[in-house]
DNA sequence: TGTTATGGTTCGGTTACCTCA
DNA sequence: TATGAGGTAACCGAACCATAA
């Protein structure tokens, strides 16, 4: 590893980076020319090895869109497809190296933001549905200690209530299967489904209690520790 | 068979460079 | 013209794995 960080430096390729630099700019400066120094210009009065420790080398659309069309073939390369890229691309194998490193980095960067951005939102609804959960309870207590009668069973159309402590998410057994096995004396309400929408799928690491399906009727979790349930009330 | 050294790869974090507003 | 922000190529160190001695 060491070594071949140390014949990378030695051997700083112009040939493979040249073209690209200075096809870069060419496209991105718009005129053609701005006046600038190219990178081109630096390779033939730095050389290799230098004063220059580190260059920056842009890709040309041509090499990023052959690498991209790679990445989405596979995300990571053998060496034999590292050298065939390389060579194909007139690039070295650690430049190809480094954009499949990098590229990978930036996939799992972009796919965190959005499943951060999915659970932000997730938590929103949750937060809102308990607000509403809870005045519901307040006015059905209320009811209660006005009729101040004993306690009447729930009439078997109404929902039957288990809420994840961890989670905070709330189970309806009335709606088809869970896999809640929290026992009894379940809170009443007549309002309780809370819409699943689809988890994608890489979010499967963050949170076990979520949605398995789409359909509101389906409130599933995938919990693998029913006991994590707990009385509403 | 278990241990150790070595080489290769990937990843997370960081730096340095380039472009553009 | 100077400058700050954003994108990204390149680097570094650590961790992991496979293989040979």
């Known amino acids: 590893m060491e070594k071949e960080k140390e014949d990378e430096e030695?051997?700083?390729s112009p040939d493979s980076?040249?073209?690209s630099v200075s096809g870069k700019r060419l496209e991105r400066s718009g005129s053609g020319n701005t006046g600038s120094r190219t990178i081109?210009?630096?390779d033939e009065e730095d050389g290799p090895g230098g004063s220059c420790s580190r260059k920056k080398l842009r890709l040309t659309k041509e090499q990023s869109a052959v690498l991209e069309d790679c990445f989405r073939a596979h995300s990571t390369l053998n060496p034999h497809q590292k050298q065939a890229l390389a060579a194909q691309l007139g690039l070295r194998p650690r430049q190809v190296e480094v954009w499949f490193q990098n590229r990978r980095a930036r996939t799992k960067l972009k796919q965190t933001e959005v499943d951060c951005e999915y659970l932000k939102r997730w938590c929103e609804r949750l937060t809102d549905e308990n607000k509403r959960l809870q005045k519901e309870v307040a006015e059905l207590r209320?009811?209660?200690?006005a009729t101040s009668s004993p306690a009447?069973?729930?009439p078997a159309s109404m929902t039957t209530l288990a809420m994840c402590p961890s989670c905070?998410?709330?189970?309806n057994s009335s709606k088809g299967p869970s896999l809640f096995t929290g026992n009894s004396a379940m809170a009443t309400t007549s309002a309780t489904t809370?819409?699943?929408n689809s988890k994608p799928a890489a979010l499967?690491?963050?949170c076990q209690f979520f949605p398995i399906a789409a359909g509101s009727n389906q409130n599933m979790w995938t919990s693998t520790n029913a006991l994590h349930t707990r009385e509403l009330f």
């Open 10 to 12: 030695r051997v700083s």
């Open 17 to 19: 980076t040249v073209s």
């Open 40 to 42: 081109s210009d630096e």
């Open 142 to 145: 209320a009811l209660k200690a």
């Open 152 to 154: 009447i069973p729930p």
């Open 168 to 171: 905070q998410r709330v189970s």
């Open 194 to 196: 809370v819409k699943a």
């Open 204 to 206: 499967s690491n963050y």
